[in-house]
């Protein structure tokens, strides 16, 4: 069975531009979760995803933003890109919520460098 | 918020050792989860804990729900080189988000 799936697995960009990450869930998950980690730090959590819609995010700006497609697959969008912005992106899938196997999977990650 | 304590920062040990990490919350938690970390890759699921008290085991790993709900540990037995790489513990609070509280991680380094 493949795993979770992330594209590209690295992206160079500028200040001010706009970055678009990909990431496919195991198949039969449902809720994709994206995570941003910045270098030698823990994961801080950005966005869940569940059945199309936006379930919850974290303390981050306007400018990252996301949506997951029927397919279940999701995009994160990050606009306007700062410095800062530098970090692994990765993603997460689970399965359907509340059947208790709901555990969060990763894929490797998008490292993302904003110059 | 939640927060997770996680401890310790950093392990230098002799192959062969075993190993002990754990992670406290300031709030209860339903699930705990422990990853592994290689440089520039995701985490891999290690162990996932659904019940407090809950001891398991995968391996030479072995970690428990504690019973207040509030802290896990992990314990790595006889370590070998390959364990290098930073573990980091997450835990799903009793709201309804379903977001993951990521510790700040263990570093390992295993001496041959």
């Known amino acids: 069975e493949a795993g979770v799936t992330q594209s590209p697995t690295h992206l160079i960009k500028t200040r001010g531009q706009q970055a678009t990450l990909r990431c496919s869930p195991i198949?039969?998950?449902?809720?994709v979760y994206w995570y941003q980690q910045a270098l030698g730090l823990g994961l801080q959590f950005l966005l869940w995803?569940?059945?199309?819609?936006?379930?919850n995010r974290g303390n981050f700006p306007p400018r990252f933003s996301g949506r997951q497609f029927p397919n279940y697959s999701s995009e994160l969008n990050v606009n306007a890109l700062e410095l800062e912005d530098s970090a692994l992106y990765l993603c997460?899938?689970?399965?359907?919520?509340?059947?208790?196997?709901?555990?969060?999977?990763f894929g490797p990650g998008t490292r993302l460098t904003v110059l | 918020g939640q927060q997770l304590n996680q401890s310790p920062q950093s392990m230098f040990i002799q192959e062969g050792e075993d190993v002990s990490m754990n992670c406290t919350s300031s709030s209860i938690f339903n699930t705990w989860l422990w990853y592994k970390q290689d440089p520039g890759e995701g985490p891999v699921l290690l162990i996932a804990?659904?019940?407090?008290?809950e001891l398991t085991s995968n391996g030479r790993l072995t970690a428990q729900f504690g019973i207040t709900r509030k802290d896990s540990f992990l314990n790595i037995s006889a370590s070998i080189p390959s364990d290098v790489g930073i573990y980091f513990c997450a835990g799903r609070g009793m709201d309804s988000s379903y977001k993951l509280i990521f510790g700040s991680g263990t570093r390992l380094l295993v001496r041959p």
């Open positions: 997460a899938s689970s399965s359907r919520i509340g059947l208790g196997t709901d555990t969060q999977y």
């Open positions: 804990l659904y019940k407090a008290g």
């Open positions: 995803y569940d059945e199309g819609e936006e379930r």
């Open positions: 198949s039969g998950h449902t809720s």
